[in-house]
C-alpha cells in the first residue's frame, strides 16, 4: 500500500511538473523572438515525452497487477517462500535456483504467459530488473494475444 501511495504521490509531482514546463513552453512561444519561439518548442517537448513515459509505466503496471490477479484466481501464483537474509532480502542462491526452475519452465512451453510471468518474478528475486521487465512485458503479450474478444 506505500509503495502504491508513493507511485501516485511522485505521478502527481511529475504532473505538475509537466503542467508547470507547459505553461514556460507557452510563454517562451508567445513571446515571439527569434529565441524564444524554438526554445519553447523545446521546453514542450519534454513534457510531452515525460508524459508519455508516465502513461507506459502506469498501463504497464496496471497490465503486470491483472495479470496477477488472474493467475492469483488460478492458483498458480509463484508462492514466496524463498530464503530471506537479515536485511530482508532474498538469498541470492535460492533465487538463482528457482530462477532456473521458471526458465526451464518457459522454455518447455513458450507460448504461455503464465511461464512468463512466474519467469519475471523469478528474474525479480534474483535482482535482474531489466530481465524480469523484458519477461512480463512478453507475459503481457502473450495474455492479450491469447484473450477472447469480449476482453
Not at 511529475?14 to 507557452?26: D, M
Not at 512466474?118 to 528475486?125: G, N, Q, S
Not at 535482482?127 to 494475444?145: E, F, N, S, W
Amino acid at each position: 500500500m506505500r509503495a502504491r501511495f508513493l507511485y501516485f504521490l511522485m505521478s502527481a509531482a511529475l504532473v505538475g511538473y509537466f503542467l508547470l514546463a507547459g505553461q514556460r513552453g507557452v510563454l517562451l512561444i508567445a513571446h515571439g523572438t527569434w529565441v524564444s519561439v524554438p526554445l519553447g518548442a523545446a521546453v514542450l517537448v519534454l513534457p510531452l515525452l515525460g508524459a508519455w513515459f508516465l502513461w507506459r509505466s502506469l498501463r504497464f503496471v496496471l497490465d503486470a497487477n491483472r495479470l496477477a490477479r488472474e493467475l492469483d484466481a488460478e492458483g498458480g501464483l509463484p508462492v514466496d517462500d524463498l530464503p530471506r537474509a537479515p536485511s530482508g532480502r532474498i538469498q541470492r542462491e535460492a533465487a538463482d535456483a528457482v530462477f532456473a526452475q521458471r526458465r526451464a519452465e518457459a522454455e518447455a512451453h513458450p507460448e504461455d504467459w503464465r511461464c512468463w510471468f512466474r519467469l519475471a518474478v523469478a528474474y525479480h528475486d534474483a535482482r535482474d530488473t531489466p530481465r524480469a521487465r523484458k519477461a512480463m512485458q512478453h507475459a503481457i503479450a502473450l495474455h492479450a494475444g491469447s484473450a477472447s474478444p469480449e476482453h
